[in-house]
């Protein structure tokens, strides 16, 4: 090859990667024991009229762990579980229906304290240009600690689900006070009414 031929190869390479795409992690850093937790990833392709397929690879570094191990793959509308750790504890939550994945995103169920550590999202996607394929590999990573719920979250949310009931019983009340009231002018109505007619009665009796 050329020079001139390795350089242009070379620009058209970076120009790929600058229009491509791009990844971005969109997911809270703090998850709660032993309830679900959110791990989002947006692929961002930027040249949306480019045909292409892609696929998502999430690896897993615990806490206590040098290196990244494999964790989850979703690629041609299959999820498939690596890590024997979250076994029947991960789902995808990410786009569905289409080759060309946007949304890398899964769910963690029943969140444990050995799940803390850092997570890498990793979008392969492959762009399809005419009489070319360009191959493009995009990650990014979050680091994701466990916190309990403290006594006065607990008390908040208790708080919050005894306001709602006791609203609705107060509108319940509110609503069984207002028929009555409708229901009993609706009666002195009719009396008033009843007793009108006895009156003309009485003045003016039938012959």
Same mark, same amino acid.
């Given at each position: 090859?050329?020079?001139?031929?390795?350089?242009?190869?070379?620009?058209?390479?970076?120009?790929?990667?600058?229009?491509?795409?791009?990844?971005?992690?969109?997911?809270?850093?703090?998850?709660?024991?032993?309830?679900?937790?959110?791990?989002?990833?947006?692929?961002?392709?930027?040249?949306?009229?480019?045909?292409?397929?892609?696929?998502?690879?999430?690896?897993?570094?615990?806490?206590?762990?040098?290196?990244?191990?494999?964790?989850?793959?979703?690629?041609?509308?299959?999820?498939?579980?690596?890590?024997?750790?979250? @076994?029947?504890?991960?789902?995808?939550?990410? #786009?569905?229906?289409?080759?060309?994945?946007?949304?890398? !995103? +899964?769910?963690? $169920?029943?969140?444990?304290?050995?799940?803390?550590?850092?997570?890498?999202?990793?979008?392969?996607?492959?762009?399809?240009?005419?009489?070319?394929?360009?191959?493009?590999?995009?990650?990014?990573?979050?680091?994701? @600690?466990?916190?309990?719920?403290?006594?006065? #979250?607990?008390?908040?949310?208790?708080?919050?689900?005894? !306001? +709602?009931?006791? $609203?609705?019983?107060?509108?319940?009340?509110?609503?069984?006070?207002?028929?009555?009231?409708?229901?009993?002018?609706?009666?002195?109505?009719?009396?008033?009414?009843?007793?009108?007619?006895?009156?003309?009665?009485?003045?003016?009796?039938?012959?």
């Amino acid at each position: 090859k050329t020079p001139k031929l390795q350089e242009l190869q070379l620009f058209c390479k970076v120009l790929f990667k600058h229009f491509a795409s791009c990844v971005e992690v969109d997911s809270n850093t703090e998850a709660v024991a032993d309830e679900g937790f959110k791990l989002g990833c947006i692929s961002c392709k930027r040249r949306g009229e480019v045909k292409a397929t892609a696929f998502v690879k999430w690896s897993f570094k615990a806490s206590d762990e040098n290196k990244f191990a494999d964790l989850f793959i979703y690629q041609n509308g299959r999820a498939d579980i690596i890590d024997s750790r979250f @076994s029947d504890r991960l789902h995808w939550n990410g #786009s569905k229906k289409t080759d060309d994945l946007q949304d890398g !995103s +899964i769910l963690i $169920l029943n969140v444990t304290f050995n799940d803390s550590g850092t997570y890498m999202c990793t979008f392969n996607r492959t762009l399809k240009y005419l009489n070319y394929e360009h191959h493009i590999s995009d990650c990014m990573s979050l680091s994701v @600690s466990l916190v309990t719920r403290g006594l006065a #979250s607990i008390l908040s949310e208790v708080m919050m689900y005894v !306001s +709602i009931i006791g $609203l609705q019983v107060w509108l319940v009340i509110e609503m069984i006070y207002c028929y009555r009231k409708i229901s009993a002018a609706g009666e002195e109505a009719l009396r008033e009414s009843a007793s009108r007619k006895s009156l003309r009665i009485l003045k003016f009796p039938l012959s």
